[in-house]
T-cell receptor
Framework: GNSVTQMEGPVTLSEEAFLTINCTYTATGYPSLFWYVQYPGEGLQLLLKATKADDKGSNKGFEATYRKETTSFHLEKGSVQVSDSAVYFCALSDRYNFNKFYFGSGTKLNVKP | EAQVTQNPRYLITVTGKKLTVTCSQNMNHEYMSWYRQDPGLGLRQIYYSMNVEVTDKGDVPEGYKVSRKEKRNFPLILESPSPNQTSLYFC????????????FGPGTRLLVL
């Protein structure tokens, strides 16, 4: 079946530090992959996505590359800001049934000034 | 403003008392979905709808019902709520099922006593 595994949080970084949040997946076929971000008290917002192997999604300084060989989609940012503090969710949609989505458990990021 | 709205935002109820959580989107999206968010489990899909009168089960449909009589509305019905349905619920929509870019509502926090 399909599943998404994320690194445990919380992750605490100082401002301007480099960020990596690991995400690996199990899926039938080749799914589309997503990172969503949830700020306190709000719903999720799409951060970036990639729909095929070797695609790189990017937005607001965040990047993630779809790695088929390692079934991974790690989120990176070169220099985090306090405003990046949020919960980050990795997700996939089933290639054979686009209607079905699977989310990881979320990784909380705390950025200190 | 393009948005997904949910009502109520907070709800405390007792076991067995039927309730409905409404969800409405103003973006003319075909696809809508309901999720529940629980600590350590991330988001799990309850039901989804590809268009009016077309719905299907997600991963955790037990104890829930949905309907899609109009394109903009997708209510979630708990006919006999139980304490294990205490959770944070999110409604989401996207332009079409293959789009993958979901827009989330602000969430409904439900407590079943």
């Amino acid at each position: 079946g399909n599943s998404v595994t994320q690194m445990e949080g919380p992750v605490t970084l100082s401002e301007e530090a480099f960020l990596t949040i690991n995400c690996t997946y199990t899926a039938t076929g080749y799914p589309s992959l997503f990172w969503y971000v949830q700020y306190p008290g709000e719903g999720l917002q799409l951060l970036l996505k990639a729909t095929k192997a070797d695609d790189k999604g990017s937005n607001k300084g965040f990047e993630a590359t779809y790695r088929k060989e390692t079934t991974s989609f790690h989120l990176e940012k070169g220099s985090v800001q306090v405003s990046d503090s949020a919960v980050y969710f990795c997700a996939l949609s089933d290639r054979y049934n686009f209607n079905k989505f699977y989310f990881g458990s979320g990784t909380k990021l705390n950025v200190k000034p | 403003e393009a948005q997904v709205t949910q009502n109520p935002r907070y709800l405390i109820t007792v076991t067995g008392k039927k309730l409905t959580v409404t969800c409405s989107q103003n973006m003319n999206h075909e696809y809508m979905s309901w999720y529940r968010q629980d600590p350590g489990l991330g988001l799990r899909q309850i039901y989804y709808s590809m268009n009016v009168e077309v719905t299907d089960k997600g991963d955790v449909p037990e104890g829930y019902k949905v309907s899609r009589k109009e394109k903009r509305n997708f209510p979630l019905i708990l006919e006999s709520p139980s304490p294990n349905q205490t959770s944070l619920y999110f409604c989401a929509s996207s332009l079409r099922e293959s789009d993958g870019t979901q827009y989330f509502g602000p969430g409904t926090r439900l407590l079943v006593l």
